[in-house]
């Protein structure tokens, strides 16, 4: 059974850090490029970050460009997000999203979300 749980959202004031975490399981995770989006109140979710299978090309919104930072574990089947400088602009649900390659069917699978909440 695939499963993607998100972990590590929360309050945080402007210009302070969360790290989120996304467990994977079910899946060859390796294989699949990992992505964070996210959804603010009233807004369409949005790309965060993408990081490839191997972790060699990675992509930022350029809303978050230099302030985020996504990796991966592919020992431990983990995906983060390290945020700081936060503004309330990045208040919204995250979400961890697995993509397969095309030549492995391209199945999609998406977390259920953690909330971060920039305020003072």
């Known amino acids: 059974q695939v499963q993607l749980v998100e972990s590590g959202g929360g309050l945080v004031q402007p210009g302070g850090s969360l790290r989120l975490s996304c467990a994977a399981s079910g899946f060859p995770f390796s294989m699949y490029v990992m992505k964070w989006f996210r959804q603010a109140p009233g807004k369409e979710r949005e790309l965060v970050a993408t990081i490839t299978g191997t972790g060699e090309t990675i992509t930022y919104a350029d809303a978050v460009k230099d302030r985020f930072t996504i990796s991966r574990d592919n020992a431990k089947n983990m995906v983060d997000l390290q945020m700081n400088s936060l503004e309330s602009e990045d208040t919204a649900v995250y979400y961890c999203?697995?993509?397969?390659?095309?030549?492995?069917?391209?199945?999609?699978?998406w977390g259920q979300g953690t909330q971060v909440t920039v305020s003072s």
């Open positions: 999203n697995a993509k397969a390659p095309r030549w492995f069917g391209g199945s999609d699978y």
